[in-house]
Nanobody
């Protein structure tokens, strides 16, 4: 079963940067498109960015130009590099196989001065 463990969240000031990591449970995760999602309080999960098996990437409009997704297949890790963070980016961030709607514990990102 493909699952992920997210890490790297924290408290950051507006304009700051963070890099999130999610480690896959199995090596064959490279077969699938993996996405970073986020869930703000009281809202549904929203796709932030995705990367497929050929390293093709996709971004939500709010992430374009500020967030970068990448994967290290040898380490079984998918990264989300975030810069110029704003208070509206505050959410719990999750990794999941795109389309699976399967959620781990996530990692909290809080953007506040």
């Amino acid at each position: 079963q493909l699952t992920f463990v997210e890490s790297g969240g924290g408290l950051v000031q507006p304009g700051g940067s963070l890099t999130l990591s999610c480690e896959a449970s199995v090596n064959w995760f490279t077969r699938f498109a993996v996405g970073w999602y986020r869930q703000a309080p009281g809202k549904q999960h929203v796709l932030v960015a995705g990367v497929d098996g050929a390293d093709g990437t996709t971004y939500s409009d709010f992430a374009k130009g500020r967030f970068t997704i990448s994967r290290d297949n040898g380490k079984k890790v998918v990264y989300l590099h975030m810069k110029n963070l704003q208070p509206e980016d505050t959410a719990v961030y999750y990794c999941s196989q795109i389309g699976a709607n399967s959620w781990g514990q996530g990692t909290q990102v809080t953007v506040s001065s």
